[in-house]
C-alpha cells in the first residue's frame, strides 16, 4: 500500500486492500508487478478476474520501487 501511497490502482480513491493482478488462484504471485493497491470496492468488482476480465483499467502500472525507496520511513501521516 505504501508503494501506490494508498491510492487505488483502479478509481484513484483511498486504497485500504491489496489486489493480485493475476489472482492467486490463477497462479498469481505475490510480486511487485502483480500487486496494486486497491479500494475495497474496486478489489470485489475485479474479484478472480484479471482487469481485462472485469472490463477495468488501471490508472497506473505496479513498479518495483528503487532500493532506497523500499525502506524508506513513512511519513507519520502515512502510517494513519
Do not use: S
Amino acid at each position: 500500500l505504501r508503494r501506490d501511497r494508498r491510492i487505488c490502482a483502479y478509481c484513484g480513491g483511498r486504497a485500504d486492500t491489496v489486489d493480485h493482478i493475476l489472482p492467486r488462484c490463477r497462479g498469481g504471485g505475490d510480486t511487485w508487478f502483480n500487486l496494486a493497491a486497491a479500494c475495497q470496492p474496486c478489489n470485489g468488482r475485479k474479484g478472480d478476474r484479471t482487469p481485462q476480465e472485469a472490463g477495468m483499467t488501471m490508472i497506473r502500472e505496479p513498479f518495483e520501487p528503487k532500493d532506497r525507496d523500499r525502506f524508506r520511513a513513512a511519513p507519520v501521516a502515512e502510517l494513519i
